[in-house]
């Protein structure tokens, strides 16, 4: 079955960059989202790309997708306090199923 | 729009008791998901419906789960008995099928935090 892997922590400060990793398993992918969850809240979608895309910004937010090793990073340019919080990578395959695999999600620690 | 709503948003019951969940979508929208979040397991589908129907409940972790959808405005998820490892969050969530893939997004409700002693 489908797997999407994350690394389960990342602490930066102020003002840097942040990259959140994702690696994803199914060959038949064919869109993946970023999700954020703030503290006792429901996952709020970020961004998201087509497969046949490298490559996508929104603002503060880039997404790359190495299509071939599966890989799928989120960089967030200048983060801020407000941007700690758990991240979410996830998955659709183009098989009907309308149903999102998710990665364990990240948790961004920013300290000021 | 008000997003999804769930209720409620806290729920401490006792094991053995009945706990029943629900979930208003957003109007209009005609696929409906149940997940649950916990710490070991992180983000589970529990069963997702198209058109008030199920599609696929291989997620619900046994009998004690059901899930029901009388109207595309409502939907709710029982445990009948609840256990302790029943304690988690269980989110509910809503899509809109355009036809054209990537405009799936999800739209998540808060969650209800459920708590079983």
């Known amino acids: 079955g489908e797997d999407v892997e994350q690394s389960l922590f990342l602490s930066v400060r102020e003002g840097d960059s942040s990259v959140i990793n994702c690696t994803y398993t199914?060959?038949?992918?064919?869109?993946l989202y970023w999700y954020k969850q703030e503290p006792g809240a429901g996952l709020q979608l970020l961004t998201y790309?087509?497969?046949?895309?490298d490559m996508k910004q929104d603002q503060r937010l880039t997404v790359l997708l190495n299509k071939k090793d599966k890989h799928l990073s989120l960089r967030i340019a200048d983060t801020q306090t407000g941007d700690s919080a758990i991240y979410f990578c996830?998955?659709?395959?183009?098989?009907?199923?309308?149903?999102?695999?998710f990665g364990s999600g990240t948790r961004l620690q920013v300290q000021p | 729009d008000a997003g999804v709503i769930q209720s409620p948003r806290h729920e401490v019951t006792e094991m053995g008791q009945e706990v029943t969940l629900r979930c208003k979508p957003i109007s209009g929208h005609d696929y409906l998901f149940w997940y649950r979040q916990t710490m070991m397991r992180g983000l589970e589908l529990l069963i997702y419906?198209?058109?008030?129907?199920?599609?696929?409940d291989s997620g619900m972790p046994e009998d004690r789960f059901s899930a029901k959808m009388p109207n595309a405005s409502f939907s709710t998820l029982k445990i009948q008995p609840s256990e302790p490892r029943d304690s988690a969050v269980y989110f509910c969530a809503s899509i809109h099928n355009l036809g054209t893939r990537g405009t799936d997004t999800q739209y998540f409700g808060p969650g209800t935090r459920l708590t079983v002693l």
């Open positions: 419906f198209n058109n008030n129907v199920p599609i696929d």
């Open positions: 996830a998955e659709s395959s183009d098989t009907g199923r309308r149903a999102l695999t």
């Open positions: 199914d060959s038949s992918s064919t869109y």
């Open positions: 790309i087509f497969s046949n895309m």
